[in-house]
């Protein structure tokens, strides 16, 4: 697996048989990724170098051969784990996707998955090969060998009880769906903590733990990501990006294309042009 490069370079593509799956093929070496979140999960195999990375309160290092897993909504971030940086190969399968392999497997539910830096070389070579034959454009071996290759990391390592939901009826979860249905309501508003510990009768220092224990990120950090996500839907609708940032509460496009860059690795405009 050897794909170095002297430079820091990203493409992001997509394959409309698996649902318009995403694909990312990239080199870094200086970029590091904000916390952020996706609703798809994260599957990905670093095949040079090293990373360092977070995934919800565990960090980890990510050396050449592992692979990468990320379960949706869980926040997660990502740097350099060595001087050279590293290479990665990732794609985000939505959920009807891992439905599918989980209906196969007769898991009676979404596949979760407790480690986020996972060691099966031959389950790697699989899900690299698949995602060359994706990049490639071979539509009909690529189906089949990415479905296989998702299908090999469910079976060996999700969870087989599935999530455990304990963190849903607790206080902080309730409260926690305020502040998101108030942050949703008006993505381009003005939000100070004042406000949100006032939708849920709280003190501003409730407010601070109560986004650590819920979404494993400040209240900053919470914001900045249900916008980039907001803008990464609207991006997709053809709009121009002046007006997308202007709806989505960025003080201008250079604004969002700074934040975009560091949420998901590419340009807004490469993630536009992806096919």
Known sequence: MSEAREREEA???R??????LELLTARYRDHAYALHTHDSYVF???VAGAEKLRINRRSYLAPAGSIIVVNPEDPHDGEKGCEAGWAYRTCYPRAELMREVAEDLELGHLPMF????LVAPDLADDFVQAHRLAVAGRAMEAETTMLMALRGLTRRFADRGGRNPSAD??????RFRRYRDL?????????ELGNLAEVAGVTRFQVIRDFKRVAGMTPGQYLRDCRIRAAATLMRTGKPLADIAFETGFADQSHLTRLFKSMRGVSPGAFREAD
């Open 44 to 46: 990905g195999v670093v």
């Open 183 to 191: 942050i949703e309501a008006d993505l381009a508003g003005t939000f």
């Open 114 to 117: 407790s480690h986020g830096v």
């Open 15 to 20: 394959h409309a048989g698996l649902g318009d």
């Open 11 to 13: 493409r992001l593509t």
């Open 169 to 174: 009826d607790s206080e902080a979860a309730r």
